[in-house]
């Protein structure tokens, strides 16, 4: 699949045809459109994407929300006397909707102001230069597909009943008891917004522990930490059949055993939204994994078609699809070899505690560099010495014999996500234990912590 030429023609209606409004395709539409391109964008459902709407903002939001009940009784051991406080489910999610709107509008004028077309509808491809959007053809040089990842429901006796992410944040009614299936990121950080809200939260995974992908010893801990929190968290379970009660649900377990529920998220993963777009009229191929298969240039087994985002697999991350928008119109339009360096790339778990990672796991860097040192700390915040909540955090470095790199930063705790960005730097920059020991701390914080580890773990 080789590179194809990056010049702009005439004889087509557009040099670019975008198929999905959200962060990678609204990146690369606006940047080529910028750099002189003819350039056309199709969104059926709504801009900004899967993170705008149904994801990170939104999320963010009800994470912010569900952690002020916790701040209300922390602060008594400071001094504080708080009336009895009551949440209202109505106005957040109002709120977040009036949030959504606003950001929706800016997508709009981002793509505009450049000169990108935003075409409303549900675009097919008809073959590798032409596009199908309301009964209307077009012809385009390129396409680029970036319709993302749409939630994976599993099929089971009852599983009609379950809601996913796409609904879960505009309930009529909030669930006074909430069953999460699902061991991810996504049912994890459902589980402490509910659960911060003052939902009775039940989460189910199949496996033996949560969090896959992630360093073991962060995984372990957050466990333990999100069950101090009121979680029921249980492992090694799964649903056989859910059965409708009424307003209610009883949920029938593998193994024997019942959870009754108000309402039931599945956040079991998600797959490529490629449905209806009649890709399979062109070369278009699919990995082992089902996500569209693409070289360094996004470029697919069909010259003039393009991926990016989450349905290319990879890091399914927001910035990554922001980074990758930009180096596709980089190089497609303005003759730049630009890529997209996945190594070193920070990530969040906005659960509860916040969990926060850049570079590789212990056993991740054991594989790849073979001898490694491992620091860990873990205490318990200086805020919660008078709040009296029995949370506490975990920080770990993974520093790689050879020559001292630290190659691997993970942290369970407060603020997890704003420490590790600094770090993310620092890891890119090549940065030693060395470095870190050199490095003056900023007091009293938990981030100096990273900077304060001078005792290794023994293997």
Avoid at 237 to 264: C, K, N, P, T, Y
Wanted: proline share 3%.
């Amino acid at each position: 699949m080789g590179l194809e030429n990056s010049t702009i023609t005439t004889d087509f209606d557009y040099d670019l045809f975008v198929i999905g409004a959200g962060s990678g395709g609204v990146r690369a539409a606006r940047m080529a459109a910028g750099m002189g391109a003819r350039v056309a964008i199709a969104e059926d459902r709504y801009m900004g994407g899967t993170c705008v709407n149904v994801g990170c903002v939104p999320k963010k939001l009800y994470v912010y929300a569900s952690e002020f009940g916790k701040s209300f009784k922390d602060s008594e051991g400071f001094g504080w006397t708080v009336r009895e406080a009551s949440f209202n489910w109505s106005i957040l999610r109002d709120n977040k909707k009036e949030e959504i709107l606003r950001l929706n509008n800016i997508y709009e004028r981002l793509l505009e102001a450049p000169g990108a077309e935003i075409i409303h509808g549900r675009a097919r491809v008809l073959s590798p230069q032409h596009v199908e959007v309301n009964g209307s053809r077009f012809s385009t040089e390129r396409i680029l597909i970036a319709t993302g990842t749409w939630p994976y429901v599993p099929e089971f006796p009852g599983s009609e009943f379950m809601l996913t992410s796409n609904e879960i944040f505009d309930l009529e009614q909030f669930p006074e008891r909430l069953l999460i299936i699902g061991g991810g990121y996504i049912a994890t950080e459902f589980a402490g917004v509910f659960n911060g809200l003052g939902s009775e939260v039940t989460q189910l995974y199949r496996g033996e522990l949560f969090m896959r992908g992630f360093d073991d010893d962060i995984r372990g801990f957050l466990a333990d930490e999100i069950r101090k929190s009121g979680v029921d968290l249980r492992f090694g379970s799964q649903v056989r059949a859910i059965h409708s009660a009424g307003d209610a649900f009883r949920v029938e377990l593998d193994g024997g055993g019942e959870v009754d529920a108000d309402a039931i998220l599945c956040a079991t993963g998600r797959r490529p939204h490629v449905a209806d777009l009649n890709i399979e009229c062109t070369k278009v191929k699919f990995s082992k994994e089902g996500f569209i298969r693409v070289n360094e240039h996004f470029q697919t087994d069909e010259p003039s078609i393009y991926a990016l985002g989450d349905l290319i697999g990879g890091a399914q991350l927001t910035p990554v699809a922001l980074a990758q928008g930009m180096a596709f119109a980089k190089t497609q339009f303005s003759q730049q070899q630009a890529s997209v360096d996945y190594e070193y790339i920070p990530s969040a778990v906005f659960s509860q505690p916040n969990v926060g990672t850049v570079g590789f796991t212990e056993n991740e860097a054991r594989e790849r560099f073979g001898a490694v040192t491992v620091y860990r700390s873990e205490f318990k915040p200086m805020k919660h010495t008078l709040s009296g909540r029995e949370e506490r955090s975990l920080m770990k470095l993974i520093v790689e014999d050879t020559n001292k790199r630290v190659v691997g930063v993970h942290m369970v705790g407060p603020d997890a996500g704003e420490i590790v960005q600094g770090m993310a730097i620092a890891l890119r920059c090549g940065a030693t234990k060395n470095d870190f020991d050199r490095t003056v701390g900023v007091h009293p914080t938990s981030a100096e912590e990273f900077v304060t580890m001078r005792e290794s773990v023994k293997n």
